[in-house]
């Protein structure tokens, strides 16, 4: 019999329990996260859900590609089965201590004489404080026990991923919501090979032929993965966040600027993990010193999104429910390690390591979250239309879902020289919603009017994404015949008066 969960403003898939069997592609490492910092938030999780609801639990982990976390849900039952036993002998040892305890206290021992009589025997006071002594002893043991187990289940509930929204198709293949602007379908090429038209340029060349980026001279400097803006490349990037910022700020989002630099216990918290399922570096990680690691000093990493950044803004604190829903908008760089992410289809702008994005992060009651999730929506797609860029809105399977997101909603855009892969989409924004995924983990409470308090609910999206954008620009703003890139009217006013890049002259 399927389970239903209802949490506040959101109706959750529940599907029969099937037996538990391994996937081919993880989409979270099994890895255990490095020890928590005594100053890192404490987690609540609700494990009792866990507990009353194992079949829920493991199905929606094989639905989510986490075949590794699937048995979880079984070993935190077994666990706390023993935590009980535990409790149970402990607590009998106590009573027993109790007795005894008493029994010293009291002017009478077991052979009824009064203690402080001289002549009463030595012996029974010491057999008795003998007894006292090896119980005290298996309390400690079984309370130290009870902590590991504690521990144990508390890690294995930290590594389930959230519960997956009725909204969200199960398997791999999302489902289309709409297209946003026309198709640019161009004229029919020359050559039997459509591809071979100049219209279906690269923004690789058409960034060469203008002299836009530079990836050599990175390459020098950097390695595979990064690049210099130039030129008219440059002022598309400023102009780019300048029109993102503009436009969630229009829609009520209130501009931050958030560091680059998170504590990683942090980032786990918001649900990204150093390494995937392979083992292989996603996060670029600060070396410590010497000195600081034997301090214990917390590990840093950079932000891969300014989503953790923004998440943490209110760890260990308290919202006023009146003031949600909070609504926050900012520019970061973003670092990406992607190891192994790099081939033929994602050269270019397509994959990098360090990006510029302007990302929407907020707060909300449980049942204010849709409505803040769709004003995301909203903000993506207003941008996206007047860029003139084609694209399409799909809800994502559950098979793309990351740890935190209960929904998410991809838009992707069409670009000319991806024909061959993928029919040329490529995703350039995203919007999630987290429930109370991230909060729960960064003690990030919610208080109400009545004093109760609550977790308030987590949604963050992509405003846009520079380096994608831009390309998806190039390509589709490129005129062949006059060897320029048309510039989008929405961005006319941070261009510095450019409304087309061309080809230098003289």
């Known amino acids: 019999m399927a389970i239903n969960r209802p949490i506040l403003g959101f109706s959750l898939r529940t599907r029969p329990h099937t037996r538990l069997q391994s996937h081919n592609r993880l989409s979270y490492s099994s890895a255990s996260p490095p020890p928590r910092p005594s100053i890192a938030p404490k987690p609540n999780i609700d494990i009792k859900h866990i507990r009353q609801n194992p079949d829920l639990h493991a199905q929606n982990c094989l639905d989510r590609n986490y075949g590794v976390q699937a048995s979880h849900p079984l070993k935190i039952i077994a666990l706390f089965d023993e935590w009980k036993a535990l409790q149970q002998h402990g607590r009998s040892l106590r009573e027993k201590n109790n007795y005894l305890r008493t029994k010293l206290s009291h002017s009478k021992t077991f052979s009824g004489r009064d203690v402080a009589d001289e002549s009463a025997p030595e012996e029974d006071k010491a057999t008795i404080l003998e007894e006292a002594r090896v119980l005290k002893q298996q309390i400690g043991e079984i309370e130290a026990h009870e902590e590991a187990l504690t521990i144990s289940i508390e890690d294995l509930a930290l590594e389930l991923p959230n519960l997956t929204s009725a909204e969200t198709p199960i398997g791999d293949t999302p489902r289309l919501i709409e297209y ?99 083992g292989e570096q996603q996060v670029y990680s600060i070396a410590q010193s010497a000195t600081d690691a034997q301090k214990g000093k917390p590990e840093l990493s950079l932000a ?147 004093g109760k308090l609550g977790w308030p609910y987590t949604v963050n999206g992509t405003a846009v994404a520079v380096p994608r954008v831009l390309a998806a620009l190039l390509e589709n703003g490129w005129d062949e015949e006059r060897e320029c890139v048309k510039v989008p009217q929405c961005l006319w006013p941070w261009m510095h008066g450019v409304r087309e890049i061309g080809k230098k002259r003289g």
């Not at 591809?195 to 400097?221: E, G, K, M, N």
């Not at 993506?380 to 007047?386: G, N």
């Not at 838009?411 to 892969?421: L, Q």
Request: glycine fraction near 8%; aromatic fraction near 8%; include cysteine.
């Open 304 to 450: 891969g999104t300014a989503e953790i950044p923004f998440a943490g803004m209110h760890a260990n604190a308290e919202l006023a429910e009146a003031d949600l829903p909070l609504r926050i908008v900012g520019a970061s760089r973003c670092y990406r390690a992607e190891a192994g992410g790099r081939g033929v289809d994602t050269k270019g702008l397509y994959r990098v390591h360090e990006f510029t994005k302007v990302e929407m992060f907020g707060w909300a009651r449980p049942a204010d979250a849709p409505a803040l999730f769709d004003a995301v929506v909203a903000v993506q797609m207003q941008i996206l239309r007047a860029l003139g860029l084609h694209c399409r809105v799909l809800e994502q399977p559950s098979a793309d879902l990351g740890a935190s997101a209960v929904r998410k909603r991809d838009i992707e855009a069409f670009f000319p020289g991806r024909r061959e892969r993928d029919g040329g989409w490529g995703e350039v924004t995203s919007a999630s919603i987290c429930t109370d995924y991230q909060t729960r983990r960064l003690a990030t409470r919610m208080r109400g009017a009545d």
């Open 180 to 278: 946003i602007n026309k198709h640019p379908d161009p004229p029919a090429a020359s050559s039997s090979d459509p591809y071979s038209s100049p219209l279906f340029r690269s923004h690789v060349h058409i960034a060469s032929a203008l002299d836009l980026i530079d990836f050599s001279a990175a390459a020098l400097t950097s390695g595979w993965g990064f690049y210099y803006l130039k030129n008219g490349a440059a002022l598309l990037e400023n102009a780019l966040v300048s029109y993102a910022l503009s436009t969630a700020m229009a829609h009520g989002f209130t501009p931050v600027t958030p560091p680059s630099l998170t504590y990683t216990h942090i980032s786990s918290a918001c649900g990204f993990r150093p390494r995937d399922a392979g």
